[in-house]
């Protein structure tokens, strides 16, 4: 098996995340690349040697400039903050390295269109790491609705809820400073890009962005808690999605429940590992939701385990999105979400963000 070596930046929550699903994909998927760990960066040379110890990278650094640059990293993932994605990305593409890109892609939206720009130059795989999309059960949802199974989607309701700054006393941090780091920048795009893959395109919405909690111990709040918007999509269907930090007793809460003139699902992320079907079919007195447990006969299950019922977890989400990834390298096809599709989530944003504003429906 040819092997490829992959130059990870960022050691922290994803880029660990990231090293393990490296570490793992080619005995789950048999991927006819396998990865080879070759450098890890990080932002002092002390964090940089111990993830390298801890994720078994053959090496480290503290200077990204450098993995981008070293002839035995071929493939890059940035699990950076998102003010360093743009020149990091840039950097890669120029030096004609496939890049996976944590989300969402850049800072802003104009950064955002520059590194597609960079990515579509340079003709190497590109992709965004959405991931909680690739759990078998959404993978399902996207079969069912492609298929025709739940007839025409007339109505789509999308949360991505948490609680982490549910307590108004919980101390003030980089993550309450910026758009980037707010929920618009943080949560905001998973459940977008879910929309996007399960109905379509937005045409048109309208937005309310706040901050519930503007003053925390040890500093001023400079971004959103919490935002709603209404949405039509392309095909005509109307949308409602919720993001927010501050939901109180919400864990992992990317829920959606979309509605069809056959048929209906709901999904909750607490509970990946399971779909509810309603299908208008058969007596009316026999009709209602059924749980179906995900197992070997959905999408990219039985790698991971034959059992059905037995689920698979949040790392086995970034396994999937590795698989992909490495995919894109070897065929040279273009694998969603690349980043192309990933400006569509930034755009979503930046409009959600100046309807806010000007209280007003924005079109796209």
């Known amino acids: 098996m040819p092997e490829i070596g992959i130059g990870i930046l960022g050691g922290g929550y994803m880029g660990k995340a990231h090293s393990v699903a490296m570490s793992s994909v080619g005995a789950v998927f048999n991927t006819k690349l396998r990865p080879r760990l070759e450098m890890i960066c990080a932002s002092s040379p002390e964090s940089a040697e111990r993830y390298r110890k801890a994720y078994g990278f053959a090496r480290a650094t503290a200077d990204w400039r450098k993995l981008v640059a070293d002839p035995a990293v071929e493939a890059i993932v940035i699990a950076t903050p998102q003010e360093l994605h743009k020149e990091i990305a840039e950097a890669a593409f120029a030096a004609g390295k496939p890049v996976l890109c944590e989300k969402p892609m850049g800072a802003t939206l104009e950064e955002a269109e520059d590194m597609v720009a960079a990515a579509e130059a340079s003709g190497v795989a590109n992709m965004v790491a959405y991931n909680y999309i690739r759990t078998p059960a ?11 199974r739940i ?3 007339t109505w789509f309701r999308g949360e991505h809820t948490e609680d982490f700054y549910s307590d108004p006393e919980s101390p003030a941090s980089w993550r309450t400073t910026g758009m980037a780091n707010g929920t618009m920048g943080d ?60 939901a ?19 999904f909750d992320q607490e509970d990946q590992n ?31 385990c034959l059992g059905p019922g037995h689920g698979t977890g949040y790392q086995d989400q970034i396994i999937i999105e590795a698989r992909d990834f490495l995919c894109a390298i070897e065929t040279g096809e273009a694998i969603w979400p690349t ?8 755009r979503v944003v930046q409009a959600a963000i100046e309807s806010s504003r000007d209280k007003a429906w924005r079109s796209l």
């Open 339 to 346: 980043f192309r599709d990933g400006l569509e989530v930034n």
């Open 138 to 148: 959404s993978r399902f949802a996207r079969n069912l609705i492609a298929s025709g």
């Open 187 to 246: 949560l905001a795009p998973h459940m977008i890009n879910a929309a996007l893959a399960l109905v379509g395109q937005v045409e048109s919405l309208v937005a309310e962005v706040e901050t519930v909690h503007s003053e925390r111990p040890g500093g001023t709040v400079t971004n959103d808690d919490q935002a709603q918007m209404m949405c039509r999509f392309s095909n005509g269907a109307m949308g409602h999605l919720f993001f927010s930090r501050v």
């Open 151 to 153: 007839g025409t989607v």
């Open 248 to 266: 109180t007793g919400r864990k992992m809460g990317y829920a959606y429940e979309i509605m069809g003139t056959k048929g209906a699902i709901r």
């Open 274 to 304: 399971a779909v509810w079907l309603y299908l208008a079919e058969g007596p009316e007195a026999e009709r209602g939701f059924r749980k179906i447990l995900t197992g070997p006969a959905h999408p990219d299950y039985e790698p991971f």
